[in-house]
């Protein structure tokens, strides 16, 4: 026994504020991650208390000395949670920059950057588009960064939330003095303190004696039932153990005095809150695709630039102009519109999300709800309302349901349940105030029951109290006597569990007499509460009994100490079942969710009976016989034996769970690559929403470090509102591949002119600036439109995706090998249409790019024999890349079109989306402006174009229409043996 003691102490030099193993602030954090990983090993509170008295070196009467409690805080420090190791905003800040395809348009800037410096080193007159083209990059950097850094920066201060929950000052005894403002962070193990009704626990302590005492412990078990406390034996589960008070709990009512066993990042809490700071979840499904497509479209842009350098100097160009080709086919690689796409397209579906109540703190939590393929629900608050009330009464061998709409017809005029209306008014803790009923959840659904059926305020003026035994974990049960003013007599109430009422009454009241209790009835009241109790239901029996009035006067003095009435020979009024009853739209919203192949397990720190029947109703479990795991069997469990009953039992439902299992429940989902999914609205749920890939809060009933920790906040509660998430979050996967293949789709006739540029020495057909201007102007309003795209019918139909990727093999073929490549052939027709027009004939243009380009040459001669100075090169030059750029914008309007959808046809679905059709408008206008307007058009190079050659991009444009058409047609019939679905299909 001492030897676990022994452990607890050397967990508790890990914590201590000087870092005595000296490691590294990393190496520490992780340390003790995973020491908190861990249960709770200790049996400080099965051994005597003499013993803990003599571990701790404290003494019950005096409590500790000031001398030695000093030293004892400037050893392991004060009794506060402290924060996971902080790297401040300037280290979150550097990450939110670099981090994802960020670090893609970084390297592109740093390129662009580079590439100026080398012209300006090397020619007199240098172009400045590089060096714009880095600044605007560098932008785009800067304000999605500092914008997932405003994300992130409110996701830590999860530990704030935390210490919140402390109060200032405790009661304690020290020196054999009683100080009532001692402050809770000086607090130390060994410390006596006293805790009162209305009092905040201040640190685990041990009860050494009590009185009523009850405490709200639903920020460690989730489960708002006020729990008794005493000096008891306790049991092997100390979360579980009747003689100890955790940290932060309220003390409900009664008064209790207790030693310190544990202080602050140690405490039952503070392993929460440091489970919560510390760990670090793993990234978004949309996270880690797009790190995916940066590997994957860095190593093309690499590759294809070790191609271009050896051609190039294959082909004689100078180094420093070889590595100025290769800067310019790396940028013109990087999708730049990519990133602000995806962030604009996430916060729009965000802003969606609220008006139908749900908060996304986390952008990228919005696309996870789709791939979502479990969800770990809590039952209280989440499944349930939270709010306790009464279901079914057992009268006399008739058990009634109270919803049923000929209840009132059956108790009318009812002995028993008058009397039981009586009993249930008086044997209770709970008050009636302006605002409503006060106290004990139990005891507040069983008066706001009574009020229907009579007053019971009434009925306490009636009958006014004059002695009282508050329940206990030993009697398991409450007692009052009240002087009845009518019949000048007194009466005995007593109300709790069945199985310690029963046997002290002598009779039963039936409708209209009582009768005797005989061992036949009182199996059939055992068979009946086991019945009820099997549903989920909480039970209380409720007796009577009238006192003499000769043998005890209205002056008699009631001892409840030294017991001077009778307790036995009652009268048994009958029994009540009480339950959390399940949130309507629950069980649909499931049906929904497991039809979708999404997996729902709960997990609940409440019993193990109420979980299954609570499940069974919300259709969690189809069968009575679902598999239910206790806290206690987990706790024997290894995490492969974990995982291997998570593979064999689909419906599993947990029960009597701590926080540290619930972690471990939702790290053993996560194991076979699933994503999860955690409900939760108290303090214990926080580890598990942070670990998990989507940390759902409840935005009422929620705890502020429950709201802190998730990633969604569901504003009503409401276990169906994840149905609208996991639908939206299929949506915009569906809508944000569309996006990124529009986006794709202009890669191709940017990165191909490059190329004539450099192997084929042609004049450049399309500047850096207006490819600038494609991906970061007129694209951006159609790429963020598409994620209006309405849900396609079968979305909910659908498996979850496991392998499907955002950017596929298919999705590379359509963009890069079909509608690239007409949208390049439609751009390099109208560059080549312009020259000619001018007297340059495409045969030749090839091999003219260095006389072209040379400012001394200033008699270039044209197809015609007309002779070109170098202004006059540069302003054709112009125009054919502004009509380059218009055919480009001409073919992107009608991708935007073919974008719509991945499988129907357009004429199916219509051209609905009106955000949509505004931003091919919009497209146009910005190409218009970008070509006309002076100043503009100089800076990015353009020209004013005539009418014609905006047509030239109207039949390219016609042909990717009737082409996608048919491609889409073939994979619906799926002809040509699925060649189109298994080639282009994305």
């Not at 020979?569 to 929904?592: C, F, H, N, T, W």
């Not at 979708?596 to 109420?610: E, F, I, L, S």
């Not at 979050?729 to 450099?758: A, H, Q």
Request: proline share 5%.
């Amino acid at each position: 026994m001492i030897t676990r003691a022994a452990s607890l102490a050397s967990i508790s030099d890990l914590f201590r504020p000087n870092n005595p193993r000296r490691l590294r602030s990393r190496d520490l954090s992780s340390t003790r991650l995973n020491e908190l990983k861990k249960e709770i090993q200790t049996n400080i509170h099965i051994i005597p208390l003499k013993d803990v008295y003599d571990i701790l070196g404290t003494n019950p009467i005096t409590g500790l000395t000031s001398a030695k409690a000093k030293d004892l805080l400037d050893y392991y420090g004060p009794n506060t949670l402290t924060p996971a190791t902080q790297f401040g905003w300037p280290r979150l800040l550097f990450k939110s920059l670099c981090t994802g395809f960020s670090i893609l348009i970084w390297l592109g800037a740093a390129l662009c950057l580079v590439a100026y410096v080398i012209e300006l080193s090397t020619k007199a007159n240098p172009s400045t588009d590089n060096l714009y083209l880095g600044y605007v990059l560098i932008g785009v950097d800067l304000i999605c960064g500092i914008f997932s850094f405003c994300q992130n920066y409110k996701s830590s201060k999860i530990m704030k939330s935390f210490n919140n929950m402390i109060p200032m000052y405790a009661n304690c005894i020290r020196d054999g003095a009683l100080n009532p403002a001692t402050p809770v962070r000086e607090l130390v193990k060994g410390d006596i303190v006293q805790v009162s009704a209305g009092d905040v626990v201040p640190a685990d302590m041990r009860i050494i004696d009590s009185k009523g005492f009850k405490v709200d412990n639903s920020s460690l078990t989730g489960e708002s039932i006020a729990v008794p406390r005493g000096n008891t034996e306790g049991t092997s589960n100390i979360l579980e153990s009747p003689n100890v008070a955790f940290f932060s709990a309220l003390c409900v009512e009664g008064r209790a005095q207790g030693v310190v066993i544990c202080c602050g990042d140690l405490t039952a809490m503070g392993r929460v809150a440091g489970l919560a700071a510390r760990l670090q979840p793993a990234p978004s499904p949309l996270a880690r695709e797009i790190k995916r497509f940066m590997r994957c479209m860095s190593l093309w842009a690499l590759t294809l630039g070790l191609f271009i350098a050896a051609a190039s100097l294959i082909l004689g160009y100078p180094f420093m102009q070889t590595t100025i080709f290769v800067i310019g086919i790396i940028v013109a690689n990087i999708p730049e519109g990519l990133q602000p796409t995806v962030t604009a397209s996430l916060t729009l579906t965000a802003k969606r999300m609220v008006k139908k109540n749900c908060l996304v703190k986390n952008l990228e939590a919005v696309e996870a709800m789709g791939a979502c393929t479990t969800i770990c629900s809590d039952k209280t608050g989440t499944l349930t309302e939270n709010k306790m009330c009464v279901r079914h009464i057992w009268i006399w061998n008739t058990t009634h349901f109270v919803l049923d709409p000929d209840f009132e017809r059956h108790i009318r005029d009812n002995k028993a349940f008058n009397a039981m209306n009586v009993c249930g008014a008086l044997c209770s803790t709970a008050i009636v105030t302006k605002e409503g009923v006060r106290g004990d959840a139990s005891e507040q659904a069983i008066l706001m029951f009574l009020f229907k059926y009579n007053d019971p305020e009434a009925i306490r003026r009636r009958f006014p109290k004059v002695a009282e035994i508050p329940f206990n974990s030993v009697n398991k049960y409450q007692v009052s006597i009240h002087y009845d003013t009518k019949f000048s007599r007194f009466i005995v109430v007593m109300k709790g569990a069945p199985e310690c009422i029963f046997g002290r009454c002598a009779t039963v009241a039936c409708a209209k007499r009582d009768i005797i209790m005989t061992s036949e009835i009182r199996d059939i009241a055992d068979r009946t509460t086991e019945e009820l109790a099997n549903t989920g239901e909480r039970i209380l029996a409720f007796a009577d009994l009238i006192l003499d009035s000769n043998q005890y006067p209205p002056d008699f003095q009631f001892d409840t100490e030294e017991i001077n009435f009778p307790l036995e020979q009652l009268r048994l009024l009958g029994v009540m079942g009480l339950m959390d009853p399940p949130r309507e739209q629950v069980r649909s919203a499931i049906q929904r969710v497991r039809a979708a192949g999404v997996r729902v397990m709960m997990v609940t720190g409440d019993h193990p009976a109420t979980a299954r029947a609570v499940a069974v109703e919300v259709g969690i479990a189809t069968s009575p016989r679902c598999h239910v795991i206790t806290g206690t069997e987990l706790r024997s469990m290894t995490s492969d034996l974990l995982y291997l009953t998570l593979e064999k039992h689909y419906e599993i439902v947990f029960a009597r769970t701590s926080p540290t299992q619930k972690l471990q429940i939702v790290e053993a989902c996560q194991r076979n690559h699933n994503v999860v999914a955690v409900t939760g609205d108290g303090v214990n749920d926080a580890p598990a929403l942070r670990q998990a890939d989507i940390g759902i809060s409840m935005g009422i009933t929620g705890s502020q470090v429950s709201k802190q920790t998730a990633d969604i906040i569901l504003m009503d509660d409401n276990f169906a509102t994840i149905v609208t998430g996991i639908e939206e979050g299929r949506k915009i996967f569906d809508n944000l591949k569309k996006s990124i293949c529009y986006i794709l789709i202009s890669n191709v006739p940017e990165i191909l002119p490059v190329l004539m540029f450099i192997l084929f020495s042609i004049p450049l057909p399309l500047g850096v600036m207006t490819i600038l201007c494609v991906d970061l102007g007129t694209d951006m309003w159609p790429a963020v439109s598409l994620s209006y795209e309405k849900t396609e019918s079968d979305v909910m139909a659908r498996p979850p995706r496991t392998s499907e990727r955002l950017v596929s093999t298919r999705m590379l073929w359509l963009a890069y090998g079909h509608l690239g490549l007409i949208e390049f052939s439609a751009g390099m027709f109208a560059y080549f249409i312009v020259m000619a027009e001018h007297g340059f004939y495409p045969r030749d243009l090839f091999g003219i790019r260095q006389r072209w380009d040379n400012e001394a040459v200033s008699d270039v001669q044209d197809s015609l024999g007309q002779e070109w100075t170098y202004a006059e090169r540069k302003e054709l030059e112009r125009a054919c890349q502004a009509t380059y750029f218009a055919a480009i914008v001409i073919t992107q309007m009608m991708n935007g079109i073919i974008c719509k959808t991945r499988y129907n046809s357009i004429f199916q679905t219509g051209m609905n989306n009106n955000i949509l059709n505004l931003g091919l408008v919009f497209e146009l206008i910005i190409a218009c402006i970008v070509c006309y307007v002076p100043g503009i058009n100089t800076f990015f190079r353009t020209y004013p174009l005539r009418f014609r050659w905006w047509l030239l991009g109207l039949p390219f444009s016609a042909l990717m229409f009737v082409s996608d058409e048919f491609r889409k047609y073939c994979i619906r019939r799926r002809l040509f043996g699925g060649w189109f679905n298994s080639l282009t299909n994305y």
